[in-house]
């Protein structure tokens, strides 16, 4: 076992790995910590939180790479997936808020604006954070495994699911906008204190939150490149360019791909989590289409079928977003819609095929 | 890794009355287009077939309703004596021991040949040994044997897209061969090959007869006639005559359907 990990890699790929985890985990919060704060070399509080969402929409490409990517199922809904993660850690968040709403309260200042008076069957296992927890790693997974179970058995593929996966996330999102769901409505869940205990203002608590999610993200890359090197890795593969003979070689397609797709989701439900207490909000308008659409274009900019490609992707994209969301809001659609096309046109490989074809050129003037 | 997990059970296949492949009274329509017309169609274990009959005879069709991707509207099709192949997948299907092979040649092109081969392997096909287990000694010589089989050796690390189209079906027969099956179907094997990628195909098939069944579906006379003990002539969904190629060759109604024109 230990053995089928270490091959997982070259020497090379292993030290990329762990240095940009130890840059992550270690290097930042020190530059924070012991580097004053005069010096250029201080990196400031608020880069933290920053990056931490980044990291979130890293984990949620390599989720849609899992799918897409790898087995050729596109899905334009993994919004879905996310808010459940979110939503899930929102509402535990909620609760850990006690009396000190604005209505000073034990129930959330929403429920007191809709006068209700008692708190709703659903919200009573969010007090414990060992519950939410459950819920994050549990419901987005065995949603998306109900959801693809029906679709897969149907064989439903392609543009065909692709749109279906639309349709969930739009109805998902109209219920959740509804006040009477008692998810906040369109406001959905925010103000909140504390995590665990830890205030959610302090610094610490959030250079925290960015390591845990460095960590998560490191994890969830090795168990995908696991994946992706096994023989399951290749049925996956066999799947996305001819899944009749996939079929005709004895493989039960359907499970391979419900596995593989529920995975995603439960990825995707994981990010969602740890996005909502950096970010300090959710509400429906993470199940828009056009968010998920926007995640699939990280995939398909950073590289399809490269996990580092997904990574690569989705941070680019969004450090460019909060560049262009400062400096001139209005152009950033364009942008990213000149730079979508422009990439499917000239880099069918993605970002990512740009060093890999340096590389495979260095290769072959040593030969 | 042991090999406890990766042996599968082998279903039993009864072939007592020495018929592998039992097809009776079967229809199969499109759109009121009779594809297959109350065809009875039987193949004797280990035995070469080559079926022949104009474009649109329901050759396809045939290999379809065997392999479980159609549905018969009526009529029985058995393997062996007890599998019922009208009630069962594709996946069960393959599992039982048919092998089918397109006629557009469809291999894995983005993985090695060695891969194509691995993937097609004939083991315990489940998500969990896919991501657990590796191959055993066992199975990587098999694929070897495999390779030697169908002349691919060299190009056992080669991306199977970037094969020639003879080697491409040859590696397609080859991922048919490593599955085990009892039946092999085999779609226009030769078509657009050269001379001598057809001669080497015509050794490779009969090599295979005995060992296996093998039902060949081709146009092209001249290999059928270097292959083929048995031929069986299909026009408009059901069998018009059947027997050696000579037979076959002077019976009256398949000049008149077939060879005349």
Same mark, same amino acid.
Request: hydrophobic content about 45%; aromatic content about 12%; some cysteine.
């Given at each position: 076992?230990?053995?089928?990990?270490?091959?997982?890699?070259?020497?090379?790929?292993?030290?990329?790995?762990?240095?940009?985890?130890?840059?992550?985990?270690?290097?930042?919060?020190?530059?924070?910590?012991?580097?004053?704060?005069?010096?250029?070399?201080?990196?400031?509080?608020?880069?933290?939180?920053?990056?931490?969402?980044?990291?979130?929409?890293?984990?949620?490409?390599?989720?849609?790479?899992?799918?897409? $990517? +790898?087995?050729?199922?596109? *899905?334009?809904?993994? &919004? @879905?997936? %996310?808010?459940?993660?979110?939503? !899930? /850690?929102?509402?535990?968040?909620?609760?850990?808020?006690?009396?000190?709403?604005?209505?000073?309260?034990?129930?959330?200042?929403?429920?007191?604006?809709?006068?209700?008076?008692?708190?709703?069957?659903?919200?009573?296992?969010?007090?414990?954070?060992?519950?939410?927890?459950?819920?994050?790693?549990?419901?987005?997974?065995?949603?998306?495994?109900?959801? $693809? +179970?029906?679709?897969?058995? *149907?064989?439903?593929? &392609? @543009?065909? %699911?692709?749109?279906?996966?639309? !349709? /969930?996330?739009?109805?998902?999102?109209?219920?959740?906008?509804?006040?009477?769901?008692?998810?906040?409505?369109?406001?959905?869940?925010?103000?909140?204190?504390?995590?665990?205990?830890?205030?959610?203002?302090?610094?610490?608590?959030?250079?925290?939150?960015?390591?845990?999610?460095?960590?998560?993200?490191?994890?969830?890359?090795?168990?995908?490149?696991?994946?992706?090197?096994?023989?399951?890795?290749?049925?996956?593969?066999?799947?996305?360019?001819?899944?009749?003979?996939? /079929?005709?070689?004895?493989?039960?397609?359907?499970?391979?791909?419900?596995?593989?797709?529920?995975?995603?989701?439960?990825?995707?439900?994981?990010?969602?989590?740890?996005?909502?207490?950096?970010?300090?909000?959710?509400?429906?308008?993470?199940?828009?289409?056009?968010?998920?659409?926007?995640?699939?274009?990280?995939?398909?900019?950073?590289?399809?079928?490269?996990?580092?490609?997904?990574?690569?992707?989705?941070?680019?994209?969004?450090?460019?977003?909060?560049?262009?969301?400062?400096?001139?809001?209005?152009?950033?659609?364009?942008?990213?819609?000149?730079?979508?096309?422009?990439?499917?046109?000239?880099?069918?490989?993605?970002?990512?095929?740009?060093?890999?074809?340096?590389?495979?050129?260095?290769?072959?003037?040593?030969? | 890794?042991?090999?406890?997990?990766?042996?599968?059970?082998?279903?039993?296949?009864?072939?007592?009355?020495?018929?592998?492949?039992?097809?009776?009274?079967?229809?199969?329509?499109?759109?009121?287009?009779?594809?297959?017309?109350?065809?009875?169609?039987?193949?004797?274990?280990?035995?070469?077939?080559?079926?022949?009959?104009?474009?649109?005879?329901?050759?396809?069709?045939?290999?379809?309703?065997?392999?479980?991707?159609?549905?018969?509207?009526?009529?029985?099709?058995?393997?062996?004596?007890?599998?019922?192949?009208?009630?069962?997948?594709?996946?069960?299907?393959?599992?039982?021991?048919?092998?089918?092979?397109?006629?557009?040649?469809?291999?894995?092109?983005?993985?090695?040949?060695?891969?194509?081969?691995?993937?097609?392997?004939?083991?315990?096909?489940?998500?969990?040994?896919?991501?657990?287990?590796?191959?055993?000694?066992?199975?990587?010589?098999?694929?070897?044997?495999?390779?030697?089989?169908?002349?691919?050796?060299?190009?056992?690390?080669?991306?199977?897209?970037?094969?020639?189209?003879?080697?491409?079906?040859?590696?397609?027969?080859?991922?048919?061969?490593?599955?085990?099956?009892?039946?092999?179907?085999?779609?226009?094997?030769?078509?657009?090959?050269?001379?001598?990628?057809?001669?080497?195909?015509?050794?490779?098939?009969?090599?295979?007869?005995?060992?296996?069944?093998?039902?060949?579906?081709?146009?092209?006379?001249?290999?059928?006639?270097?292959?083929?003990?048995?031929?069986?002539?299909?026009?408009?969904?059901?069998?018009?005559?059947?027997?050696?190629?000579?037979?076959?060759?002077?019976?009256?109604?398949?000049?008149?359907?077939?060879?005349?024109?």
């Amino acid at each position: 076992m230990i053995k089928e990990l270490i091959s997982l890699h070259s020497l090379r790929g292993w030290l990329y790995s762990f240095g940009l985890l130890a840059l992550a985990v270690i290097l930042l919060p020190v530059l924070n910590i012991f580097i004053s704060e005069e010096s250029f070399l201080h990196v400031p509080n608020y880069v933290f939180p920053l990056l931490g969402k980044y990291l979130c929409y890293a984990l949620v490409a390599l989720a849609i790479d899992l799918i897409w $990517g +790898y087995t050729g199922i596109l *899905s334009l809904g993994h &919004g @879905v997936f %996310f808010s459940m993660g979110g939503y !899930a /850690m929102g509402m535990y968040l909620m609760r850990s808020i006690g009396k000190e709403g604005m209505y000073k309260s034990e129930l959330p200042d929403f429920m007191v604006f809709l006068d209700w008076k008692e708190l709703p069957w659903y919200w009573y296992g969010s007090d414990y954070f060992s519950f939410s927890l459950l819920v994050i790693l549990l419901l987005p997974g065995l949603f998306a495994f109900v959801f $693809g +179970y029906y679709a897969f058995r *149907s064989r439903i593929k &392609g @543009v065909y %699911f692709a749109i279906i996966t639309q !349709a /969930m996330t739009y109805a998902l999102m109209l219920l959740f906008f509804r006040n009477d769901t008692g998810f906040g409505g369109n406001n959905g869940l925010t103000d909140f204190k504390r995590i665990l205990g830890y205030s959610l203002q302090e610094p610490s608590t959030k250079m925290s939150l960015f390591i845990i999610t460095a960590i998560v993200l490191f994890l969830s890359y090795i168990l995908s490149r696991y994946i992706v090197k096994s023989k399951l890795g290749r049925v996956l593969t066999a799947i996305r360019d001819v899944e009749s003979r996939v /079929m005709f070689s004895g493989y039960n397609t359907l499970h391979y791909k419900l596995f593989i797709w529920t995975l995603s989701a439960f990825l995707c439900g994981i990010a969602g989590a740890l996005y909502v207490p950096q970010v300090g909000i959710i509400n429906p308008s993470e199940m828009q289409p056009s968010n998920s659409i926007e995640m699939a274009i990280w995939v398909a900019v950073g590289g399809r079928g490269t996990l580092g490609g997904a990574i690569l992707g989705a941070g680019l994209i969004n450090i460019a977003k909060s560049w262009f969301t400062v400096a001139a809001p209005d152009y950033w659609l364009y942008f990213l819609g000149i730079l979508f096309i422009s990439v499917t046109l000239f880099l069918p490989k993605g970002l990512i095929g740009i060093f890999d074809h340096f590389s495979s050129h260095k290769k072959n003037r040593k030969l | 890794m042991n090999s406890k997990n990766t042996k599968v059970k082998d279903d039993f296949i009864d072939t007592g009355h020495g018929c592998i492949l039992y097809l009776e009274n079967i229809t199969v329509s499109f759109d009121g287009f009779k594809a297959l017309d109350d065809l009875n169609l039987y193949i004797d274990d280990g035995e070469l077939r080559c079926i022949i009959g104009p474009n649109g005879a329901g050759k396809t069709t045939m290999m379809d309703v065997i392999t479980g991707k159609t549905r018969p509207d009526k009529g029985t099709a058995f393997f062996g004596q007890f599998l019922d192949l009208t009630q069962m997948t594709e996946y069960e299907i393959s599992h039982a021991g048919i092998g089918r092979k397109f006629q557009k040649p469809t291999v894995f092109k983005n993985h090695t040949v060695f891969e194509n081969l691995e993937l097609a392997l004939h083991t315990n096909k489940d998500i969990w040994t896919s991501l657990f287990r590796c191959l055993t000694e066992e199975q990587k010589e098999t694929i070897n044997e495999t390779l030697k089989t169908i002349g691919l050796m060299e190009y056992s690390k080669t991306r199977a897209g970037l094969l020639s189209h003879g080697q491409t079906q040859w590696l397609e027969i080859g991922m048919l061969l490593v599955q085990d099956p009892r039946l092999l179907l085999i779609d226009e094997p030769v078509a657009g090959m050269t001379h001598q990628e057809t001669e080497q195909t015509a050794e490779l098939l009969s090599s295979l007869a005995g060992k296996h069944s093998v039902v060949v579906v081709e146009h092209e006379m001249d290999f059928i006639r270097s292959i083929a003990n048995k031929v069986t002539v299909l026009h408009e969904g059901h069998v018009l005559a059947e027997g050696s190629m000579e037979d076959v060759q002077n019976n009256p109604n398949v000049i008149e359907v077939y060879l005349g024109s």
